[in-house]
């Protein structure tokens, strides 16, 4: 034999035996029963290819044993046009397993989760992976009914470059468990995915990601968040909540979204490397949140955050002494350095959430007493363009936290001295983005090092610190051009969340026909306009897209429809506004009301300018029904039995009907009871919701049938404003009863024949938990 052949032959056997060689064979399947036909016979290396189209109701197994070389996929045709509709799911289970390109729209899952990593207690997966997918508004059609889009067991999976947007029921989009031997050190990674708007869901239970839960808090997670966008998250006041130890949250962009990173329960998590943008107005934009032991907040940019308290930029929790699992525990061994602050209010604040002064109606094992200690904010940079009185705010003693080589520019406004917190004079460069940072200016700081700080070796960029003596999140390195906001670097390939603003169609009609028959044929966003007259509807009109129904001058709408029927039917993603109309009922049936039952989406309501009477309900919303905001302004509701009723969520779970109630300059008279009835049942400090704006109304003769005796019922809600509204022969005990403990507040109001406004300092609520 040939010496080179002989050779060739040697190698190419020594290199089979050490490592495996690659191969694919295609498989091309069109319906379920060729899809389990195929998983059941898979051997590594193959890829299942589902054809481009509609897989309706169906209920996918992935189940197989695939190599690190050779893995088994089940991918779409054509990724993006392989769509999983109706009642669908997918389970995954076994070795190394792939799935790609498939997307979740217009349906919902008949389990506890969409996707999952396991398809029974004992068979989880490990190794696998989702890529280059989308789940888009597969919610459950009752929004009590709580689930997971994706739910990870086992070890060592992947979700990346995935879009998910939309979802409006209970529970986290995203949730990595530990139950189990076989899920703990999972290794999990989550990278690259956009995480898009997740609308209010008013309540808890509405993170975008949890890591964990209470009970298995004490387990190593060792789970990466990475290189994420994560858009308008709004669900509730956690985005990502880490429930479990040994986490990383690295190199992730938090663009205008309602909510923190919080550390809620477990310890030793690292938050690094991190953007937090808000829009220098929005209140509910938040920061990180810090509860437990061991984290390291480290090169975070906060950019433009307005939130406050429990959504400030950097909040720091009291916790309860003895801390049951599943509430607060003390904050003590946490490193918060190498951070920057652009031009966010009160950014430091600690001792959040105590509340001693509520001990009188909260049991002992709930009072958030133990500050935090050990705990050491050292080397940040904070800007203030406008003066801010107070950067440090201590909601209680911050005497176990070490203030070192921090420095602020204040605009030359004064602020109360602490040692550690040096006024400096700084300028802002752009570092692209449309953002602006101070990277200079600070060169002189004399650098605190604390233990371990040695390995804080990069910064925000991944520029290293070993070339530079500086403090905060950025090192002048040059130019910067940031592009963090190009959203086609995160989330699947083919999809885009960017809609092209449309010009709306405006429908002119003229009689009751041509306005059901516009309405059915209206884009979202167009306009039906009513020329002068009467309509005279017999059915309601349904309201499934967002639509401006309005008067050109003087046009009424009479609604003669059967009893306890809506003239305006408030559906999934209906979005109305009701704009110089006159609406009249016949005294049985409601003005406005969401369905009673699977409201899978929400909805929104807007009246202007228009005149409610002779209704039994001038707006009645349904358990399980959501609007992010409702609104009535220079309107006049009159003579009906009920007014605006929003108080079915009586599960005391936390959860209310709709996050922004707000009336202005609004004439109510002879409205019998339910005048406003907007109910949250149940406490738990971190969970904040509710807001109810009255402002510059009337009402006269008001409540007359109210069992209650009070003409404004709002018990829980926490945000309460009622300011310049005049009260006028109501009767009434009270007008209302504010919890003085929580933002409820009333100034410049008169009262006369109506009762009184009350203030109960410490409200008594049924705990939530």
């Known amino acids: 034999m040939n010496n080179s052949i002989f050779v060739y032959l040697c190698v190419l056997l020594f290199s089979f035996g050490c490592k495996e060689v690659s191969t694919k064979s295609t498989i091309q399947v069109a319906n379920i029963a060729e899809l389990n036909d195929a998983v059941k016979n898979a051997k590594p290396g193959e890829n299942i290819v589902l054809a481009n189209g509609v897989w309706k109701d169906v209920q996918i197994k992935f189940t197989g044993k695939g190599t690190d070389n050779n893995p088994i996929t089940i991918k779409a045709e054509t990724s993006g046009e ?29 389990t506890s989760n969409v996707i999952a990593f396991r398809t029974s207690e004992k068979d989880v997966a490990n190794n696998c992976s989702v890529s280059n997918c989308v789940i888009l508004d597969f919610n459950n059609l009752e929004r009590d009914k709580d689930n997971l889009w994706v739910q ?33 050190r999972n290794y999990h990674q989550i990278v690259n995915n956009h995480f898009g708007p997740r609308p209010r869901k008013g309540g808890a239970r509405g993170e975008t990601i949890q890591l964990g839960s209470s009970f298995t808090s004490m387990s ?7 290189n994420n966008l994560f858009e308008a998250c709004n669900g509730e006041v956690e985005i990502i909540s880490s429930k479990t130890n040994f986490n990383i949250i690295k ?42 032991t061991g984290h390291w907040v480290t090169n975070n940019l906060f950019y433009n955050l307005k939130g406050q308290n429990f959504r400030s930029p950097l909040a720091i929790m009291n916790g309860i002494p003895k801390s049951p699992l599943n509430r607060y525990n003390q904050v003590t061994d946490v490193v918060v350095a190498y951070n920057t602050y652009v031009g966010s209010n009160s950014p430091w604040q600690f001792g959040v959430g105590t509340n001693i002064a509520q001990s009188d109606v909260l049991p002992k094992s709930e009072i958030r007493s133990a500050r935090p200690l050990r705990t050491e904010v050292v080397n940040n940079v904070i800007y203030n363009s406008v003066g801010d009185a107070n950067p440090i705010i201590e909601h209680d003693k911050a005497d176990g936290v070490t203030f070192a080589s921090n420095i602020i520019h204040n605009d030359g406004v ?14 802002l460069t752009n570092i692209g983005s449309d953002i602006s940072a101070p990277i200079t200016g600070f060169d002189d700081v004399e650098i605190y090092n604390g233990f371990d700080f040695e390995t804080i070796t990069e910064d925000l960029l991944g520029k290293p610190r070993s070339k530079s003596n500086q403090i905060g999140a950025i090192l002048n390195s040059g130019n910067i051009n940031l592009d963090v906001l190009d959203k086609t670097k995160y989330g699947a390939n083919w999809y885009s969340n960017v809609v092209e603003a449309k010009e709306p169609t405006t429908h002119t009609v003229k009689n009751s026909d041509e306005l059901v028959a516009k309405l059915k044929v209206a884009d979202n966003g167009d306009v039906v306009e009513l020329n002068d007259g009467s309509y005279a509807i017999t059915e309601s009109l349904i309201i499934n897209k967002t639509i401006t129904i309005q008067s050109k001058g003087k046009a009424e709408i009479l609604y003669d429809g059967a009893a306890n029927t809506p003239a305006l039917a408030l559906h999934p993603y ?48 349904y358990k399980q029904s959501f609007a992010e905001e409702i609104l009535f302004k220079n309107t006049s509701i009159s003579n009906c039995k009920n007014g605006l009723e929003l108080s079915e969520e009586t599960n005391d779970k936390g959860d209310y009907n709709t996050e922004y109630l707000t009336i202005n300059n609004c004439n109510f008279n002879n409205v019998e009871q339910n005048v406003i009835d907007y109910y949250r049942g149940g406490y738990d400090e971190s969970t904040i919701g509710g807001n109810l704006l009255l402002s510059n109304s009337t009402f006269t003769n008001c409540g007359a049938k109210e069992k209650n005796r009070m003409l404004l019922n709002h018990r829980g809600i926490v945000n309460v404003n009622i300011t310049k509204n005049t009260f006028k022969n109501n009767p009434v005990e009270y007008v209302a009863i504010l919890w003085g403990a929580k933002n409820n507040v009333e100034s410049e109001n008169i009262l006369s024949n109506s009762g009184k406004i009350k203030t109960e300092e410490n409200l008594k609520m049924k705990l939530m938990y």
């Not at 190593?220 to 990475?226: L, Q």
């Not at 205008?256 to 690094?272: A, F, P, Q, W």
């Not at 006159?582 to 005149?611: I, P, R």
């Open 82 to 110: 392989v769509f999983i509709e109706g009642v669908s799911n997918l389970e995954i289970s076994g070795e190394y397993l792939e799935v790609e390109g498939l997307f979740f729209r217009n349906g919902q899952s008949p």
């Open 152 to 184: 990870f067991y086992g070890k060592h999976n992947t979700l990346d470059h995935c879009y998910l947007a939309g979802k409006t029921n209970g529970g986290p989009t995203v949730r990595v468990d530990l139950k189990g031997n076989q899920s703990i």
């Open 220 to 226: 190593p997670s060792n789970t990466t968040i990475a």
């Open 251 to 292: 190199n992730n962009v938090f663009y205008k979204s309602e909510g923190s990173v919080v550390t809620r329960h477990g310890n030793y998590c690292l938050i690094d490397g991190n953007y937090f943008i808000g829009d220098g107005e929005n209140e509910n934009y938040g920061g990180i949140r810090i509860v437990n």
């Open 414 to 427: 004064e602020f109360a001295k602490r040692d550690g917190l040096t006024p400096a004079e700084l300028t």
């Open 574 to 621: 209906g979005k109305l506004t009701l704009k110089n109309l006159k609406l009249k009922g016949t005294n049985t049936q409601y003005a406005f009301a969401s369905l009673k039952e699977n409201m899978s989406n929400h909805f929104g309501l807007e009246v202007l300018d228009s005149e409610i009477s002779n209704f039994n309900f001038a707006l009645k919303v």
